[in-house]
C-alpha cells in the first residue's frame, strides 16, 4: 500500500500535538471511541483521518485544523494528477490496441466472405 504524503504528514502532526500535550494513545482514543491501534495507524499515516474526525481532534487539542497542515510541502510527484491521467489513457490505449489485434485476427480466419461483410454490417450498425 501507497502511502499518502498527506496522511503521512497530518499523522505526524497528530502524534506530536499529542504527545505535547501529555496524552496517551489510550486516552486520546477513549476520547473519540477508538483502540489505542486505531489511534497509531492514524500517527502512523496507515489509516486516513476523515474531515469530522480531524475536527474532533483539532476541539480535543484546542488546535484550529490548520495546525495538522502547517509545514506540509505537497509531493509534486505524488500529486501530479495529469501524469497519472496520460499513465490511465496509455494503458487503455494498450488494451484497446490488443482488443483489436485479436479483432483482426480472429477476422481473418474467417474463410466466407458473406460472413466477414455481415459481421462489417454489424459492426457499422452499433452505435457508438
Do not use: C, W
Not at 474532533?56 to 485544523?65: A, V
Not at 489513457?89 to 489485434?101: A, C, Q, V
Not at 479483432?103 to 462489417?120: E, H, M, P, Q, T
Amino acid at each position: 500500500m501507497i502511502l499518502s504524503p498527506i496522511d503521512t504528514h497530518i499523522g505526524k502532526k497528530l502524534k506530536k500535538i499529542r504527545m505535547m500535550s501529555g496524552m496517551t494513545q489510550d486516552q486520546l482514543g477513549e476520547l473519540i471511541g477508538v483502540t489505542f491501534q486505531q489511534i497509531q495507524k492514524y500517527e502512523k499515516g496507515l489509516n486516513r483521518i476523515s474531515a469530522g474526525r480531524l475536527y474532533e481532534l483539532s476541539q480535543i487539542f484546542g488546535k484550529p485544523i490548520s495546525a495538522f497542515f502547517n509545514d506540509y510541502t505537497p509531493d509534486k510527484e505524488y500529486y501530479n494528477f495529469k501524469h497519472k491521467q496520460e499513465q490511465e489513457h496509455l494503458d487503455f490505449d494498450e488494451l484497446r490496441s490488443k482488443e483489436i489485434i485479436n479483432l483482426i485476427k480472429a477476422f481473418n480466419k474467417i474463410s466466407k466472405s458473406g460472413v466477414r461483410k455481415n459481421i462489417i454490417t454489424l459492426l457499422h450498425s452499433i452505435p457508438t
